[in-house]
Antibody, heavy 118, light 111 residues
Framework: QVQLQESGPGLVKPSETLSLTCAVS????????WSWIRQPAGRGLEWIGR???????NYNPSLKSRVTMSVDTSKNQFSLRLRTVTAADAAVYYC????????????WGQGTLVTVSS | QSVLTQPPSVSGAPGQRVTISCTGN?????????VHWYQQVPGTAPKLLIY???SRPSGVPDRFSGSKSGTSASLAITGLQAEDEADYYC???????????FGTGTQVTVL
């Protein structure tokens, strides 16, 4: 059973870049689609985007101008960079696996809380 | 911003049946894309409950069932139990966004 674990700073200053990494264990990152999903406190889930080993990416149009995702096969992990953050970007960030672009997310990380504050 | 609409809350007594609706449009559910459902206990990560409209992952009780028709989908919980208190989200693919979309979420309360 694949396991995912998010890591990164829990506090980011406004206007700076949020950077998170998701380590994949129990399976290879060289298959499947890898997504980031976030959840502001007390609110619903928002899909941020996905990346694949080929380098192809799809981003939520509402975040596309500020998001970059990539895969590091040597470390079996993938990453998220969200530029120019504001208070609205504060949330629990989850990484998740999908077997294809249209399928469900069958494995999730435990989530990591990111606060945006100076 | 969610393109899939769910009722904010539903409730039922132990043993009762409750249903949660998920309404989309012709770019997602109505286009034939599969609907998936997640259960989220507060403070924990979502857990896949139903995939591909009506399939259950291993370990999910058969009290949970899913269906889809037209531009909507539904999750039914029969024989409601106290442990079913959680938030539930539907999810699908949206061709106009070229990405995944989640429902607004429904809080289930066991009376």
């Amino acid at each position: 059973q694949v396991q995912l674990q998010e890591s990164g700073p829990g506090l980011v200053k406004p206007s700076e870049t949020l950077s998170l990494t998701c380590a994949v264990s129990g399976g290879s990152i060289s298959s499947d689609y890898w997504s980031w999903i976030r959840q502001p406190a007390g609110r619903g889930l928002e899909w941020i985007g996905r990346t694949y080993i080929s380098g192809s990416t799809n981003y939520n149009p509402s975040l596309k101008s500020r998001v970059t995702m990539s895969v590091d096969t040597s470390k079996n992990q993938f990453s998220l960079r969200l530029r120019t953050v504001t208070a609205a970007d504060a949330a629990v960030y989850y990484c998740a696996r999908g077997r294809s672009p249209h399928t469900s997310f069958d494995s999730w990380g435990q989530g990591t809380l990111v606060t945006v504050s100076s | 911003q969610s393109v899939l609409t769910q009722p904010p809350s539903v409730s039922g007594a132990p043993g009762q049946r409750v249903t949660i609706s998920c309404t989309g449009n012709n770019f997602n559910i109505g286009a034939g894309y599969n609907v998936h459902w997640y259960q989220q206990v507060p403070g924990t990560a979502p857990k896949l409950l139903i995939y591909d409209d009506s399939s259950r992952p291993s370990g999910v009780p058969d009290r949970f069932s899913g269906s889809k028709s037209g531009t909507s989908a539904s999750l039914a919980i029969t024989g409601l139990q106290a442990e079913d208190e959680a938030d539930y989200y539907c999810q699908s693919y949206d061709s106009s966004l070229s990405g995944s979309v989640f429902g607004t979420g429904t809080q289930v309360t066991v009376l």
